[in-house]
């Protein structure tokens, strides 16, 4: 009978067994950092080469050293940069280039090469040159929100149609503005955060700044000469004389003040010198400016280019309007929420005309004032368009002043509830050329009080949207279901 085996012996069997493995698996397990270990070794051993070859490595002699873990190669690197950075162009979604740029630190660099447009958060990733290295083809930056000094994770968030940024929790103890002057960066550290925004990005087309000063935007029109867009913020006289540089400008929206949020001032000074260094301005807005008659006039004798005007919430003192005949080549004028479109316009001899102007929009607009109504519309009597939104005032006595208007082709009138049919009908009579119509929410307008004659006009129109008394569609769309009447159906829950 054989006695049973010496447990001594087994044991250094054992050893000898797991000395002679030279893979990494014990006991059907994976040790994570042998695994690692024969990853790094491998790729030292099998290096992908650069010359785009696809010639395969000799497999080892070994079969039982092969792992499933360590084997993998990855393929992307027999891509080159600029066939990777054609695939990631291809992609239209902005949230995939952010996953894809997480994949590996390659992918991280060329997808910040698709990357063109850019809200800026921290001022010292821009200060660090970060900015620039991670996303060399920047076209468009808008720097506001760095520029406002807030707490870290702050939650409160101040956004409006001309601007958006972060708030502290001290707001409330801002007298009356959400941001004050100490909120905002330093002009010397904006400059320098745009000079090296302007070393690193030369080919910018578009830019948002705040409490730039002139030595920021000279750098800026040195080293970007591509630049045609430009947004100001809280901007004053001095800091304009900067923008001379600029030699291929077309775009400019100069914001000096903005209510309740932030002050500061643009006057006639600042226009003049706008209208000196600017004299290839396409489109101009300026938002909160201060000035008079002069400031404008400037602005038209030098901007010849000029086609496209906006005054939004100006603080003009009375008789700018004057200053509109001097833009001979302006197509469109837009005024929005403005309190007063001019408090003293003058005699109407010394009003003049803007000859070229076919467009003429009022939004958001107080216009009780029959004078200053009445003069915008002398200046402008050579429109073609007329939009009217959400004005404020504009009663029949003040919708009358349109009659002198008379190439007019298409008009739009939208939440003007002091109108009426009669007042409406009154004038747009009077337009031979009147072919589009558009009428919405205008609730003293009734359908029941069409006139034969208006009708008549209706059937002519090319094209007419008529929606004018809300009420009345709602009570059409009513009609039948008892609905809203006394005594009418009632509906309960079980």
């Known amino acids: ?58 497999p080892d002699s070994d079969s039982s050293n092969r792992n499933p873990v360590v084997s993998a190669q990855d393929y992307t690197l027999l891509l080159s940069d600029e066939l990777l950075l054609k695939v990631f162009n291809k992609v239209k979604d902005d949230k995939q280039h952010l ?17 063109g447009s ?83 990005c030369r080919n910018l087309r578009r830019i948002v700044l705040m409490n730039v000063s002139e030595e920021g935007l000279s750098c800026l029109a040195k080293e970007c000469e591509l630049l045609q867009e430009m947004e100001l913020h809280y901007c004053s006289d001095m800091a304009l004389r900067g923008i001379y540089n600029f030699q291929n400008l077309q775009i400019l929206k100069l914001i000096g003040s903005i209510s309740g949020v932030y002050d500061s001032v643009v006057s006639d000074i600042g226009m003049t010198i706008l209208a000196q260094g600017c004299r290839r301005l396409l489109k101009l807005e300026l938002v909160g400016c201060e000035g008079s008659y002069d400031g404008i006039k400037a602005i038209g004798q030098c901007c010849q280019m000029l086609e496209e005007l906006t005054i939004c919430n100006h603080r003009m003192e009375g008789g700018w309007l004057s200053g509109l005949s001097y833009y001979e080549n302006l197509k469109t004028l837009r005024i929005q929420s403005c309190k007063n479109i001019d408090e003293n316009p003058g005699p109407d001899e010394h009003l003049g005309l803007c000859p070229m102007l076919e467009e ?82 205008c609730n003293n307008v009734k359908d029941s009080e069409i006139t034969p004659a208006l009708a008549t006009l209706f059937s002519v129109l090319k094209e007419l949207k008529w929606g004018p008394d809300s009420r009345s569609l709602l009570s059409a769309g009513l009609a039948g279901s008892e609905i809203g009447r006394k005594g009418g159906r009632s509906f309960w829950r079980k």
Request: proline letters at 3%; one cysteine or more; a positive charge.
């Open 360 to 441: 003429l929009h009022l939004r958001r607009c107080q216009m009780r004032d029959k004078n200053g109504v009445k003069a915008l519309f002398s200046v402008c009597r050579t429109v073609r368009e007329l939009v009217l939104e959400d004005c404020w005032g504009l009663g029949n006595t003040i919708f009358a002043a349109a009659t002198i208007f008379r190439g007019i082709r298409s008009l739009s009138l939208e939440g003007c509830s002091l109108l009426t049919t009669e007042g409406l009908e009154s004038v747009i009579l009077s337009w031979e050329e009147l072919n589009r119509l558009r009428v919405v929410s």
């Open 118 to 200: 850019v809200k800026l958060l921290d001022w010292e990733f821009l200060e660090s040159g970060r900015l620039s290295f991670r996303f060399p083809n920047l076209v468009d930056v808008d720097l506001v929100r760095g520029c406002v000094r807030y707490e870290r994770n702050s939650g409160i968030l101040l956004s409006n149609k001309l601007v958006e940024v972060y708030l502290s929790s001290r707001v409330v103890e801002n007298d009356g503005l959400f941001v004050r002057k100490e909120d905002v960066l330093d002009s010397r550290a904006i400059d320098g955060g745009v000079r090296v925004l302007a070393e690193g």
């Open 1 to 58: 009978m054989s006695s049973p085996p010496d447990k001594n012996q087994i044991l250094n069997n054992n050893q000898r067994r797991r000395s002679s493995w030279s893979g990494p698996f014990i006991n059907d397990r994976v040790d994570p950092n042998e695994a690692l270990r024969q990853a790094l070794l491998k790729l030292r051993l099998h290096p992908v080469p650069n010359s785009g070859s696809t010639t395969e490595s000799e």
């Open 99 to 115: 996953s894809n740029s997480l994949v590996c630190r390659r992918w991280c660099v060329v997808c910040g090469r698709v990357v």
